[in-house]
């Protein structure tokens, strides 16, 4: 018998970057629930093409350890948390 369920929570979206958005935004706020959310694990794919994942945050290892949390097509040097202005 397995200890580890993996959720899978279908949720539409209009297009890629609104359901990239959404995603961020779902897993960052399960985060704050749970220690159990991986965010980067977390991709979207079209719903007649499920079989084509598109990444949802960078997840690059970072020096020192940890990994980038910011989206996956960001311009910014990467860093373990979102920049706040």
């Given at each position: 018998?397995?200890?580890?369920?993996?959720i899978?929570?279908?949720?539409?979206?209009?297009?890629?970057?609104?359901?990239?958005?959404?995603?961020?935004?779902?897993?960052?706020?399960?985060a704050?629930?749970?220690?159990?959310?991986?965010?980067?694990?977390?991709?979207?794919?079209?719903?007649?093409?499920?079989?084509v994942?598109?990444?949802?945050?960078?997840?690059?290892?970072?020096?020192?350890?940890?990994?980038?949390?910011?989206?996956?097509?960001?311009?910014?040097?990467?860093?373990?948390?979102?920049?706040?202005?």
């Amino acid at each position: 018998m397995t200890d580890r369920w993996i959720i899978h929570l279908p949720i539409t979206a209009p297009d890629l970057l609104r359901a990239r958005v959404f995603a961020r935004t779902a897993a960052r706020v399960l985060a704050r629930l749970s220690a159990r959310v991986e965010p980067g694990g977390v991709t979207v794919s079209a719903e007649d093409e499920q079989h084509v994942r598109h990444w949802v945050f960078c997840d690059r290892l970072l020096p020192g350890g940890g990994r980038c949390a910011l989206p996956v097509d960001h311009s910014l040097p990467c860093s373990r948390r979102l920049n706040r202005r």
